[in-house]
């Protein structure tokens, strides 16, 4: 079967793209491994000791930049739907982050504790239709947020992904009162042609 002409662009998109090449020789499960390792560099939140939440995690890239910065006295716990291949140093989760069960056992693991940083790089599957992708993705963030006011730990770090949509600034802006500092960022690995943009929020205030 001929391949679409869609699908043709996206594998000619691949084989040129630089950070596509690069994983394979880092050991990288995405490329989006350097979306994160691009906003540490930028903002320096993931500190050796650290316990780090990653909600969306499959395949695990954002862990491996994650496990490496906070080194072994800290701790990354990765949650997704999907499975995942064990991460040396990482305690995996499967299952919907929504869920009391996970919500339970992820406090179990922490032992009382609250995290330092909480990530999400979750994404909807994009349907084209703008106002449900914007629902969509706004839903995730609101999911994600909720996981920090329960779980961050007061001056913690919360880094997700947002895009660019016309009701996102209003989410964007119900972050202001709650942390000290925050950011919007754009990475190098994200593509320019994608509405994706990462909201760095820092100082989380209870």
């Not at 906003?39 to 496990?67: H, S, Y």
Request: charged residues 30%; aromatic residues 8%; hydrophobic residues 45%.
């Amino acid at each position: 079967m001929a391949k679409s002409a869609s699908s043709n662009r996206w594998l000619e998109r691949q084989s040129q793209d630089k950070f596509v090449k690069q994983r394979l020789k880092d050991g990288f499960r995405s490329r989006s491994a350097y979306k994160l390792r691009d906003i540490n560099a930028r903002f320096k939140v993931l500190r050796k000791g650290a316990t780090v939440l990653d909600l969306g995690a499959a395949p695990g890239g954002w862990a491996q930049v994650a496990m490496s910065a906070v080194g072994k006295k800290g701790g990354v716990l990765a949650i997704d739907l999907l499975d995942m291949d064990a991460l040396q140093g990482a305690v995996l989760i499967k299952g919907d982050c929504k869920d009391e069960k996970i919500m339970a056992q992820i406090s179990e693991e922490l032992q009382g504790r609250k995290a330092d940083v909480i990530l999400s790089d979750m994404a909807p599957n994009m349907s084209g239709i703008m106002l449900q992708d914007e629902a969509a993705s706004l839903a995730l963030a609101e999911t994600a947020l909720s996981f920090a006011l329960e779980l961050l730990k007061e001056r913690g770090t919360f880094i997700l992904k947002l895009f660019e949509y016309p009701d996102t600034n209003f989410f964007y802006e119900g972050l202001i009162p709650l942390f000290g500092k925050v950011s919007r960022y754009k990475p190098e690995a994200s593509r320019a042609k994608s509405r994706e943009f990462y909201v760095v929020a820092q100082r989380f205030s209870i």
